[in-house]
């Protein structure tokens, strides 16, 4: 099972600020872990957690899924699944 990555850029970095590595072996359960203010942050941008969970269970996706510009915070947001 691969593992999902969240990676938060600000200020038009081109390294991230914030990394947040999930594996995939734990996912299920850190699902429960996220704060319920970042998930509904999700669900308002169209990112369905649970659907991103079937996603690391397939070996044959992998690479950026979603990629968020908050042009007004100067922020981006990117989710991939990676080995």
């Known amino acids: 099972m691969a593992d999902l990555k969240i990676r938060v850029y600000k200020g038009g970095a081109d390294e ?14 850190a699902r429960r872990l996220i704060p319920k203010n970042a998930l509904q942050s999700l669900q308002q941008e169209g990112v369905d957690i649970d659907e991103l969970i079937e996603l690391t269970r397939k070996p044959d996706v992998q690479g950026t899924l979603v990629e968020v510009e908050e042009h007004k915070k100067d922020e981006k947001i990117v989710i991939s699944i990676e080995q």
Do not use: A, C, E
């Open 16 to 29: 991230p600020d914030t990394t947040v590595t999930i594996p995939g072996s734990v996912l299920q359960l």
